[in-house]
């Protein structure tokens, strides 16, 4: 349950890079919510996750899974430069946090 919980974490935080982004062009309330709810959720879903993972495990692939979502989003949703060299570097960012998880 701690994984699940762990990769839930991680796409709760691209969800709050996503609205950090939607904030800056768009200043309302509503987008302010979704980042604080998205960040939130990340933490609290990481905060219970750390209770049987290790810490730097549970760290290392949260923050894997956000910023690489984050840039996956990024190319998708805004336009941002899709080039090879990001996605060879996106993914030795996955395949470090899969190595952990293996190794863990």
Do not use: C
């Not at 692939?61 to 805004?78: D, E, K, P, R």
């Amino acid at each position: 349950m701690a994984w699940i919980s762990l990769i839930v974490a991680g796409i709760f935080e691209m969800f709050g890079v996503a609205m950090i982004n939607k904030l800056h062009k768009e200043r309302n309330w509503q987008s302010l919510v979704l980042l604080i709810l998205g960040f939130g959720g990340s933490f609290l879903l990481l905060a219970y996750a750390m209770k049987t993972l290790p810490m730097g495990t549970a760290y290392a692939i949260w923050t894997g899974i956000g910023a690489s979502g984050g840039a996956i989003l990024g190319m998708i949703l805004y336009g941002e430069q899709k080039d090879w060299k990001r996605l060879v570097f996106i993914a030795m960012v996955l395949g470090a946090a899969i190595g952990l998880k293996l190794v863990s």
